[in-house]
């Protein structure tokens, strides 16, 4: 499979958070050669910078834990939309890709991945065009998910019409919840669909989503519930695909999945598949909150050392401290997700400095609000804080912090830019 990353696989010299460019032919992954130091101001801020380190030390903890299950990994890409780090992943274990739309689906395969389960329906005659266009390479494994009767039959009609067999797994959903067949009755007429189109339409595997869900005991049910379609269909030889797929698992309760799907892998004709997508650079908002969660109930995670670590800074400039108490910073809501909390003051570093140090709780920084392109950070009056500082800032929820960024910088621990990533929303 030949990497065409479309949108030219070069530095854009005029995406934000980067430096001078000299020419437009730099490589993403030759960025070194440029020797741009984000201390040394070498950059322009704000600046989404992600930490190689804490990367390849996530990468590794979230492979080494389905290894414990003995199940696979298939990080959902949307939440980078970074082909550059989807290899990353498949390059440490990952049995593929998750993604959730059509076009998604393209930006990967333009990547490089050869694998994705894109866990969402197929719907559209463009979006159904763009699948069989990739589908076209042999080497290319695709799954989608069905979960009416409606859908069965236009994903039948079009790729029939194409000769084109495409395979498909059965969406679980619950009541309330998001996709998903809610009962056996809604079950069967989408398995009698299915049975309509023997040739084109292949039954891989099952699947849902948890994340609907809110309570740990429900949770369960619905993994059983899984569980037990997933055996019967297989005992029934409903399934094309061997062995048959059962996938689910966000990026909260990844471990309970595990335990509950993991039994089901053991017999060899059932593949367990798990998709958290946030774990790679996590955050210190509600996937920290859902570690912390996971290590409380989970003896194995505990048993692993130190957990996920935050690999994503937005690092910005103060700009103006035009009263006693507070400073503005040049990053705003263009810049930062702000749908599950607000950026918080992480590290401080005032150009000169040896290096950056980072902002005790007890000093009381803290951003209170944000608008486009500003943030107003809480400070104690006289603290030591001047224009022309730099703040690197902590997020809650990566993959709205990504989608503000085309272009973000790999440091290494000497914050020396070793490579660029590039997005693709």
């Keep these: 499979m030949k990497v065409t990353n479309y949108q030219g696989a070069v530095i854009d010299p005029y995406s934000k958070g980067l430096g001078l460019v000299p020419g437009n032919r730099i490589q993403l992954t030759d960025a070194a050669r440029l020797d741009w130091n984000l201390l040394r101001e070498d950059v322009s801020l704000p600046a989404a910078v992600l930490y190689a380190d804490r990367i390849e030390h996530n990468l590794r903890w979230m492979q080494a834990f389905v290894a414990q299950y003995g199940v696979?990994?298939?990080?959902?890409?949307?939440?980078?939309?970074?082909?550059?780090?989807?290899?990353?992943?498949?390059?440490?274990?990952?049995?593929?890709?998750?993604?959730?739309?059509?076009?998604?689906?393209?930006?990967?395969?333009?990547?490089?991945?050869?694998?994705?389960?894109m866990a969402n329906q197929l719907v559209g005659r463009r979006n159904m065009a763009l699948i069989a266009e990739l589908l076209s390479d042999a080497d290319f494994e695709f799954f989608c998910l069905v979960d009416s009767v409606d859908g069965v039959v236009q994903l039948g009609e079009f790729f029939g019409a194409l000769h084109k067999p495409l395979q498909v797994?059965?969406?679980?959903?619950?009541?309330?919840?998001?996709?998903?067949?809610?009962?056996?009755?809604?079950?069967?007429?989408?398995?009698?669909?299915?049975?309509?189109?023997?040739?084109?339409?292949?039954?891989?595997?099952?699947?849902?989503?948890?994340?609907?869900?809110?309570?740990?005991?429900?949770?369960?049910?619905?993994?059983?519930r899984a569980v037990a379609t997933t055996r019967q269909l297989a005992a029934a030889g409903r399934f094309a695909r061997t062995p048959a797929l059962l996938s689910g698992a966000g990026s909260a309760w990844y471990d309970i999945v595990a335990e509950e799907f993991a039994q089901a892998s053991q017999t060899g004709d059932i593949e367990v598949v798990l998709r958290p997508g946030c774990y790679l650079t996590h955050d210190v908002g509600i996937y920290r909150k859902a570690q912390s969660d996971i290590f409380a109930r989970n003896p194995i995670a505990r048993k692993m050392g130190e957990g996920l670590l935050p690999a994503l800074h937005l690092w910005a400039y103060v700009q103006s401290i035009p009263e006693a108490g507070r400073a503005?910073?040049?990053?705003?809501?263009?810049?930062?997700?702000?749908?599950?909390?607000?950026?918080?003051?992480?590290?401080?570093?005032?150009?000169?400095?040896?290096?950056?140090?980072?902002?005790?709780?007890?000093?009381?920084?803290?951003?209170?609000?944000?608008?486009?392109?500003?943030?107003?950070?809480?400070?104690?009056?006289?603290?030591?804080?001047?224009?022309?500082?730099?703040?690197?800032?902590?997020?809650?929820?990566?993959?709205?912090?990504?989608?503000?960024?085309?272009?973000?910088?790999?440091?290494?621990?000497?914050?020396?830019?070793?490579?660029?990533?590039?997005t693709f929303f």
């Design 328 to 422: 503005i910073v040049a990053l705003g809501k263009r810049d930062a997700a702000f749908d599950a909390g607000l950026p918080q003051p992480a590290r401080h570093y005032r150009p000169g400095d040896a290096a950056p140090r980072e902002i005790a709780a007890s000093e009381g920084w803290k951003l209170t609000g944000m608008m486009d392109q500003h943030a107003y950070l809480q400070i104690a009056p006289g603290a030591d804080l001047k224009i022309g500082d730099m703040l690197a800032f902590d997020i809650s929820h990566p993959c709205l912090t990504f989608d503000k960024w085309r272009q973000l910088l790999l440091v290494d621990a000497s914050y020396q830019v070793t490579e660029v990533i590039e």
């Design 72 to 117: 696979k990994l298939a990080p959902h890409g949307k939440t980078t939309m970074a082909p550059q780090l989807f290899r990353r992943q498949i390059d440490g274990g990952a049995w593929g890709i998750t993604l959730a739309t059509a076009h998604q689906v393209r930006a990967a395969y333009h990547g490089g991945v050869a694998r994705v389960l």
């Design 169 to 224: 797994l059965l969406e679980l959903g619950v009541p309330g919840g998001r996709n998903g067949v809610r009962d056996e009755v809604q079950r069967d007429a989408v398995l009698a669909a299915l049975a309509r189109y023997p040739e084109t339409l292949r039954l891989a595997g099952v699947e849902l989503y948890e994340g609907v869900l809110q309570e740990e005991s429900e949770i369960r049910t619905f993994l059983r």
